[in-house]
Structure formats: structure tokens, C-alpha cells
């Protein structure tokens, strides 16, 4: 798939982070863009800074997806990329161990299920809802080559996917669930031409990352050093290399990758 200015994508989101470096690589190449993301400020002014345009969209609504992807396809033509980056920790807290004991009293508490649900709703939910979305969109497109590709789609997993720490039970279950569907709706849309991978990122400098570092230089000193090699934490502008590369090579489908310079996570 050659990345200009014929072609339209989609960025959820895309107003900070891995989302943001991805738009902005995206809308260099000349692709038309429109960003999806919960903030209506910080997305309004990413879309304005690179110019895309801005779809205020709570991933986890199916009206407000609905009425993103069609303000998109109004603005840019119907999509032929999706790269879904939306997720995270769900707001609020309420995470923790699956078991644990209040550390005063002894009592047992339990992780809750409202809090694993709404988690797995933001990332795993979220995500498949703006797949099928997609997907429905550009099965009306024709074919852009004799491979009969009609699109590509990356989703955004986690390390904790496969190393995920103590604490980490409904986050590692919904970014395993990304990567555990991603082969199997590579193969529901193979028949259309539909191409879908996951990247797993390793500790990346996004916002919350940065927080730390502003909060405690020790601590960010020592995820740095966590890392192999390059002894740092990755770039949001290298999830977006990958991203591209992914949406680019017509051979590359159904495969889960991760990005994390060679680190695995101890158990805390």
C-alpha cells in the first residue's frame, strides 16, 4: 500500500502519544487524517497542529464511534487505514491484585469486576469496535492492487500482553485479547483484503512516562536502565515507523510484534 495523499486513515487516539506521532507520520506522507480521541482540546489542537481533522469519540459508545467515522469519511473520503492506539488504564483506579489483604487489617479484598469489565471495554471492546467499523467501510472500496488489498488495520497491544506484573491482571487480559484476536480477524477478512497486525509496545515515552520523569528522576532513571538496548525508553516515533511499515508491506498480516528494545518484564 503506497501511504499519500489518495489515501484516507483513521487514528484513535490520536491527540497525544503513540496516537500523535502516527497521525503526524501519516499526514507527512499526505495522507488525509482524522484523529478520534476523548479529549476534545488536546485532539482539537493535534488536528489543527498537523492539519487533520478532529472526531470527538469515546471508543467505548457505539453512537459516538458511528458518528466519528462518519464526520471522518465526510471530511476525507471513506478510510483505508485504521491504527487504533485508544486505551490505557481505565480511569478512576479500582486496579490492583487479582486477590490481596489490606495491609492494616488483614481483610481480603478482591479486585472488582466492574473495574476488569470497564477495562477490557476501553481496550479490547473499544478496539474491535472501530475494527468492525472500519472493515464494514472499506468493503465498499475497490481493490488498490492486483493483491485485491482494499486496507490495512494496526492495533495497539502491550508487553504486558505477555509479561504482565503483579497488579496488572485486567490490563494484561485486555491487551492479551488484542493480540489473541488479531489472527483470527486477519483471516475472517482475508477474503476482502483486508490487512490486520498488533504492535506491542515496551515502555514508551508517552505523556503519563513523562509524568514520571517530572515526579521522580530516580524511578525514570531506572526504567530507562530497565531497558536492553537502547538503554532508553522507546520513541513514540518509532511505534509509528513500525506502524507504517506495517500498513505499507502488503505481506505483512495477521502478526503480533513486539517493540520494546529486548526487555521483559519482572514480575514487578
Known amino acids: 500500500m503506497k501511504l499519500d495523499s489518495s489515501l484516507s486513515a483513521v487514528v484513535t487516539g490520536g491527540a497525544s502519544g503513540l496516537g500523535a506521532a502516527t497521525a ?3 499526514r507527512d506522507l499526505g495522507v ?13 489542537k493535534k488536528a489543527a497542529e498537523i492539519g487533520a481533522v478532529f ?3 469515546n471508543v467505548m459508545d457505539d453512537a459516538l464511534v458511528d458518528a466519528g467515522f462518519a464526520k471522518a469519511r465526510a471530511a476525507n473520503g471513506q478510510e483505508r487505514i485504521l491504527v487504533n492506539c485508544a486505551g490505557g488504564g481505565v480511569p478512576g483506579g479500582g486496579g490492583g491484585k487479582t486477590i490481596s489483604r489490606n495491609r492494616e487489617s488483614g481483610e481480603i479484598v478482591r479486585h472488582t469486576a466492574d473495574h476488569f469489565e470497564r477495562t477490557i471495554g476501553l481496550n479490547t471492546v473499544g ?6 467499523a472500519a472493515a464494514a467501510g472499506m468493503l465498499t472500496l475497490e481493490p488498490l492492487s492486483e493483491d485485491g488489498d482494499r486496507g490495512a488495520i494496526v492495533n495497539t497491544g502491550s508487553v504486558a500482553a ?3 506484573q503483579i497488579g496488572q491482571v485486567a490490563y ?4 492479551a485479547a488484542i493480540a489473541g484476536m488479531t489472527l483470527t480477524i486477519a483471516r475472517d477478512l482475508s477474503s476482502e483484503g483486508i490487512r490486520v497486525n498488533t504492535i506491542l509496545p515496551g515502555i514508551m515515552a508517552t505523556p503519563p512516562m513523562l509524568a514520571v520523569r517530572e515526579r521522580n528522576p530516580k524511578v525514570w532513571e531506572a526504567l530507562n536502565a530497565s531497558v536492553p538496548f537502547p538503554r532508553r525508553l522507546g520513541r513514540p516515533e518509532e511505534f509509528a515507523d513500525l506502524a507504517l511499515t506495517m500498513l505499507r ?9 513486539r517493540l520494546d528494545g529486548a526487555i521483559r518484564m519482572p514480575p514487578r
Open 32 to 44: 488525509k487524517v482524522a484523529i478520534f480521541d476523548f479529549n476534545p482540546e488536546t485532539g482539537e
Open 249 to 257: 508491506n502488503n505481506y505483512f498480516n495477521g502478526q503480533v510484534v
Open 24 to 26: 503526524k507520520a501519516l
Open 127 to 132: 478496539t474491535f469496535r472501530c475494527i468492525t
Open 172 to 175: 494484561s487480559a485486555a491487551k
Open 55 to 57: 472526531c470527538h469519540v
Open 162 to 164: 505477555q509479561d504482565g
